[in-house]
């Protein structure tokens, strides 16, 4: 056992018997690369990648690599999920250098933490134009004894080039019409009209630009937004990247019709979609919106709620095939002999031709990945439920992937807001529970006395790690969310809490934003990326959840951190709507107010509740939504605000303007429409 052993990422954890002496990130393995005066290596990845796995069996589990990286470097071994920070300064580093990033990440560095050499995966021999990781370890061990002066040099200047960077973030103003039409165009031309989506393969899911788009229909009727969302929704669907049988959404396509996925399952994937197929149905009624979007739930609570209430970051690709051999996407993929054996001839013939299942296959092996093709015709819906349950009885007997068990509190903080929204609006309390339960694990571990965030837990115990800006920012977004939903104007409070720790600590001058806190572990550099990217942004999650705290509350200081977070939407959203959707969402929210909703009278009464769902069903962007007693003191917004004629009253606000109180359903619906 190396000094793994006593970490809780379940990624390192997995390189604890690698014979490599592997450190974790600290002073100490930099004081001890000092000491010896040797390089670090420092290598960065994740649980569910599939190539840092297969590095790690092939390099770091073989003694005589192992036996080169011990003696001429000190290793050290970073989980990207728990420490963000580390893996997007090297990561700026390494596609500085390169042109090119992804994980498994593998760096060089001095032991003043100075990059000097990069690469990705480098396999055991050299092949595909790439030297074997034996190889680079020969010619960087020599560079540092040979050259030291030059390796020196190099990485000074690197580390000058990425200080020298400053970010444009937009300069006056927050975007306007003008920047989200263009945004609008921008997408439109990018739009893959055959298969949905944006781009060609590999084709990830676009969650924040759908998001976008969901919102720029309804506050401008645009049709031609709402059909990219709906087509890209149904596309991916239908496709491979979304599980058949358990529901829930793969990493990636690596084709652009979406049939073949990259296996992982990811929380953060799941939760953001999950959302965006709740609001589909919101604004289309789509019956396959709302049933991928309760599947989606249901695979989360499912397969990655973990016993402390939380959820767990992500399923792995692989797993093994039955005969001793890990392969990806192993558990998911079928062929028909293997259909036949489950359903019997006729029924396999039947689901083979309604999931897509072919002689050759459409993976390897002559195994098929289930879709819903779109030439299948007309299906029965009991005997197709019957041949789903049937399968998915025969998978659960297949070994799982593996599941990675931390919690991170930004992807919760998502998840929070997406099973609270979906229960909410599909009338299912159990999701709203669930989120509830998630939300309280955050408070009572994560959360310290004085409202600083600690990034990952696992089996209930706090991880080491700070958290950063996402989490802060998505953590109050899912508080918020459950705010609205519950009626319980303590998660608004915790929500406060934590946005008062984003003004005070990740706050630039002119509004700008930076991903680790003031008071940080100092890098080489001080993280600051607007992009969004597998995830919002934390400036553009911030930004949104900003902007929602001020409406519910009124506090100018977070409107105003709110606009001025959105100057970087105003530069990119024009230029690279794909790369800063959710930015653009929360401009969407900005033109539309948003609007400020109470809806006061006595929880049991059917017209409260009547208003109260009509509210949380209207469409406008980024409305927040304050429901309870007149008078109530739990939320700003009911204050000052009685029954009408004694009846529950719904109380709309917009632009600092207010309409007049009703206590009709219709009404309000008109008044929460375009």
Known sequence: MNRLAGTTSPYLLQHADNPVDWWPWGPDAFEEAKRRDVPVLLSVGYSACHWCHVMAHESFEDETTAALVNEHFVAVKVDREERPDVDAVYMEAVQAATGQGGWPMTVFLTPDAEPFYFGTYFPPEAKHGMPSFSDVLDGVSRAWTERRDEVGEVAGKIVKDLSARSLAFGGDGVPGEAELAQALLGLTREYDATSGGFGGAPKFPPSMALEFLLRHHARTGAEGALQMAADTCEAMARGGIYDQLGGGFARYAVDRAWVVPHFEKMLYDNALLCRVYAHLWRATGSDLARRVALETADFMVRELRTPEGGFASALDADSDDGSGRHAEGAYYVWTPAQLAAVLGEDEARYAARYFGVTEDGTFEHGSSVLQLPQDAGVADAERIASIKRRLLAARDERERPGRDDKIV??????AIAALAETGALLDRPDLVDRATEAADLLVRLHLDDSARLTRTSKDGHAGANAGVLEDYADVAEGFLALASVTGEGVWLEFAGFLLDI???????????????????????????????????????????????YAAHTG?????????????????LGPRAPRFIGWGLAVAEALLDGPREVAVVGAPDDEGFRTLRRTALRAGSPGAVLAAGLPGGEEFPLLRDRPLVDGMATAY???HFVCDAPTTDPELLARKLGR
């Open 555 to 571: 506090s100018a200081p977070h409107r105003n951190a709110a606009e001025a977070a959105l100057g970087v939407v105003k530069a």
């Open 502 to 548: 984003v003004l005070d600590q990740f706050t630039a001058e002119g509004g700008a934003l930076y991903d680790t806190a003031h008071d940080a572990e100092p890098l080489i550099r001080r993280p600051q990326d607007p992009t969004d990217n597998a995830t919002p942004s934390g400036w553009t999650a911030a930004a949104g959840a900003l902007l929602s």
């Open 652 to 654: 709309v606000c917009r």
């Open 409 to 414: 509190a930004a992807w919760n903080g998502l």
